[in-house]
């Protein structure tokens, strides 16, 4: 039962333009969003999050939007640096502390 | 300010062998999060808990795996009897408590033990 789907395993993007990563979820229960970015060999490193309050936080380059009525957040990420590619995972969390990850979109910045 | 640190980084355990896995949380943070990333797939949780005290083991097998955070030292995941397919990269994070009525709730990981068993 995969309650978070990231349901692109890869994106390739133009340096200089917008970067935007998807994802679904189906629990209603989910009152905060988090995006992480993953290098190789490395934990994940947090980037930006949003509460269920809202519809968009951002923050320098990276701007999350959270649609509730369709169950859907993305990150836009603009404009996109080469450093930028890595591996994403949105998270959510529902209450508890623990977070229900998705599966993660493999983000590669084309020079 | 050192993040949260995860040794050993690299674990290799022949089948039927003990795996300890520690993790030191960032200072000041009184909740620590254990999670478990397949070849692949997303971080899957498997534990949650504050200074000697389990708050949600609802990931974790049932048989096998046990994890503690006592009042002095480090978080500790443990896994008796290794199998194969316990094979996998074991990630802690940790997060500060409950402050002047705000959840900080964005949890801080570490770089990770990758697990092997031959």
């Known amino acids: 039962d995969q309650q978070v789907k990231q349901n692109s395993p890869s994106l390739s993007v133009q340096e200089g333009r917008i970067s935007i990563l998807n994802c679904d979820y189906t629990?209603?229960?989910?009152?905060?969003f988090l995006w992480y970015k993953k290098y190789p060999a490395e934990g994940p490193t947090f980037l930006i999050s949003?509460?269920?309050?809202?519809d968009k936080n951002e923050d320098g380059r990276f701007t999350v939007f959270l649609n509730k009525s369709a169950k859907h957040l993305s990150l836009h990420i603009v404009p996109s640096q080469p450093g930028d590619s890595a591996v994403y995972f949105c998270?959510?969390?529902?209450?508890?502390?623990?977070?229900?990850f998705g599966q993660g979109t493999r983000l590669t910045i084309n020079p | 300010n050192a993040g949260v640190m995860q040794n050993p980084r690299h674990l290799v355990r022949r089948r039927g062998q003990e795996a300890r896995l520690r993790c030191s949380p960032v200072?000041?943070?009184?909740?620590v999060y254990w999670y478990r990333q397949l070849p692949e797939e997303g971080l899957k949780f498997m534990v949650y808990?504050?200074?000697?005290?389990?708050?949600?083991e609802s990931g974790m097998p049932k048989e096998r795996f046990s994890a503690e955070f006592p009042k002095e030292g480090p978080s500790i995941l443990r896994i008796q009897q290794v199998v194969r397919g316990d094979s996998a990269a074991y990630f802690c994070?940790?997060?500060?408590?409950?402050?002047?009525?705000?959840?900080?709730?964005?949890?801080?990981f570490g770089p990770g033990t990758r697990l092997t068993v031959l």
């Open positions: 994070a940790s997060s500060a408590q409950q402050m002047g009525g705000i959840l900080y709730n964005e949890q801080f």
């Open positions: 629990n209603s229960m989910f009152d905060y």
């Open positions: 949003i509460s269920s309050i809202k």
């Open positions: 998270a959510a969390r529902a209450g508890a502390q623990k977070l229900v």
């Open positions: 200072k000041g943070h009184s909740h």
């Open positions: 808990l504050q200074k000697e005290n389990i708050i949600d």
